[in-house]
Structures are given as structure tokens and as C-alpha cells.
């Protein structure tokens, strides 16, 4: 008799005593079914010999004993009578087994971490995207470069610019336009505004060629560089400013062309660099003074001290 709650391996060990023992005492017993708890196994005896040498001595070998421990099942399988041997083979194929099943659920954990980083990567993008809704970035860390598409389709794009040495510069984006229905469908940070400078049109860089594509192409694809805001305070001792500037009637900014000996470059020495005056920076306005006229007054006065707002392309 054995106890239900042995282990599976155990109860097969013991099936097989037991076939060798029917073995040993009787010539050949036929396939039957013996019981084990509630479930019954099924074990087939079968003698076979083995010529092991030219005077016909043999070998007695049994059939049977690989022990299916999911199923509480002796399958058909050759082994040497040798209690050692068959324990070892059957813990050997047992072992087999879980390495092949470890293997699949490691290959099936991979393919399932290599789609999530996939699916990871789709929702930062589209997060990025999302964040953009409606919300003004809260703060800018230098000048920003982007991408747009506009269809002119038959309204033009209705905007007014300025050419300056960088780029084209957009004073104003009236309303009715092309331009006006691409922002108004555009997230926020890819909305075109004013003081966005354009670099590039359908590949043309050069401002003559820029201005051109821009009349010409009913689809625009357009480099934009929007620029950062800065602000800093200079003082002079007797000294011109040392800036030479460039504008015209319609600018809404003047352009610094040059910095030179003066008050402005003595201000650079000290400044750190990423505060201080460069060429190709743009003055939006002189002690809060704002319009290329009220800026270019500002400058030429007497006064000892002054705070310029620029905007710094990054070119």
C-alpha cells in the first residue's frame, strides 16, 4: 500500500520495484493496471534479451519506467535493469525539460520587454505631442528650431516680414491667411508667431531664394527658429556703446551688426558667456522703449545706464 501524498517520482520508483519484482518471479506478465490514490497507472512489462557475446549470453532489460511526473503516467522507454541508471536518466530528462521550458518563457519575457520599450517609445512621442495642447512652454532654454508645413492653397499666406541677415523675420501674422488657419490647428509650440525667424523654404536657404519659393509653391515647408529672450543691464563711463546696428523703416527690431570698443564690450568682459552681447542678436527694446525709432533715440542720449531686452537667434 502507498500513501496518496507521495511524490510522483516516488510512486513511479515504486511501480518499478514492484515490475521487477513480477519480473524476477514470473516468466512474462501481461499489460495490466494497478492503482496509485485515485488515479490509476497504466505499466507494460516486456522481456527482451540482448546477444552480448558470440556464445549467445544475455542480458535481461526491462521496458518501461519514464515517469511523466505532470501526469502521474509511466510511458514506454528502454533502460538497463539498473535502479541507479534509470533514477539517473530520469531525473536527467526531468531536468531536460524544465531547462527547455525555462528557455521558452525567458524568449516569450524578451519579446514581451521588446514590445513594451517599442510601445514605450510611441507614448513619448505621442506625450510629447499632447503636452504641447493649448500650454505655453514655461520656460525656453535657448533658441529653438523647428519644422512646419503650410498649404497656401488660394488665401496666401497673408503675412507681413522683414529681411534681416539670419533670415526672414515675421512681424505679423494677419488673420484670414493661410498661415493664420495652419495655427489654429497647430499645437502650441509649432505655431508660427511673430519675431519666428524663417531659414529655409522647400530647400532654398539664400533670402532672395526664400522670398521666392514663398510666392511661387502652393505648399511651403518652412525651417523656423524661434529665439530666446534675454535681458541685461549695461552701464558706461564716458564711452560710445560700441554697437553697430542695422534696421530698416518697417523693422520691428534692430540687428546688431558688430560689437566693437565701448561700453558694451567692456560689459562682455565681465558677463558670463551665455549673457553676453554678440552680433546677430536682436534689440526688441531700449530701457522699455519699443520700435527701431524710439530704440535708435534711446541709444544716442546721454544716459549713463541701460536695459536691453534681445532676442538671440543662436546663428
Not at 498649404?151 to 522683414?162: A, E, M, P, Q, R
Request: charged share 30%; proline share 4%.
Amino acid at each position: 500500500p502507498r500513501s496518496t501524498s507521495c511524490p510522483p517520482l516516488l510512486r513511479g520508483l515504486a511501480i518499478w520495484s514492484s515490475a521487477m519484482f513480477n519480473f524476477c518471479c514470473t516468466s512474462r506478465p501481461d499489460a495490466g493496471t494497478e492503482m496509485a490514490g485515485d488515479s490509476e497507472i497504466e505499466t507494460t512489462y516486456r522481456e527482451t534479451t540482448s546477444d552480448l557475446s558470440e556464445e549467445g549470453d544475455r542480458e535481461s532489460r526491462i521496458i518501461c519506467l519514464g515517469v511523466d511526473l505532470d501526469n502521474d503516467r509511466i510511458v514506454s522507454s528502454a533502460f538497463p535493469a539498473d535502479p541507479s541508471q534509470i533514477f539517473g536518466q530520469v531525473l536527467e530528462e526531468r531536468l531536460g525539460q524544465q531547462e527547455e521550458v525555462l528557455e521558452e518563457r525567458l524568449g516569450q519575457q524578451e519579446e514581451g520587454l521588446d514590445a513594451v520599450l517599442e510601445h514605450g517609445e510611441e507614448e513619448e512621442a505621442a506625450l510629447a505631442e499632447t503636452n504641447d495642447l493649448d500650454v505655453e512652454v514655461e520656460a525656453q532654454t535657448g533658441p529653438r528650431r523647428f519644422k512646419v508645413t503650410v498649404d497656401k492653397g488660394s488665401l496666401g499666406l497673408n503675412i507681413s516680414v522683414d529681411s534681416t541677415g539670419i533670415g526672414v523675420l515675421i512681424l505679423e501674422i494677419k488673420p484670414a491667411g493661410s498661415m493664420d488657419n495652419y495655427n489654429k490647428a497647430a499645437p502650441e509650440r509649432k505655431k508660427v508667431r511673430a519675431c519666428d525667424v524663417i531659414i529655409g523654404v522647400n530647400g532654398a536657404t539664400e533670402m532672395q531664394d526664400m522670398l521666392d519659393r514663398m510666392k511661387s509653391d502652393s505648399v511651403l515647408n518652412f525651417q523656423m527658429i524661434r529665439p530666446e529672450p534675454m535681458w541685461v543691464k549695461v552701464r558706461r563711463a564716458n564711452k560710445p556703446w560700441g554697437l553697430n546696428l542695422t534696421y530698416q523703416n518697417i523693422s520691428s527690431h534692430v540687428e546688431i551688426v558688430d560689437v566693437v570698443e565701448g561700453a558694451i564690450d567692456d560689459y562682455n568682459q565681465t558677463a558670463q558667456e551665455d549673457m553676453q552681447v554678440r552680433a546677430k542678436d536682436f534689440i526688441e527694446s531700449a530701457n522699455g522703449m519699443i520700435g527701431v525709432e524710439k530704440i535708435v533715440k534711446c541709444l544716442k542720449t546721454s544716459a549713463s545706464e541701460i536695459d536691453l531686452k534681445i532676442l538671440r537667434f543662436g546663428l
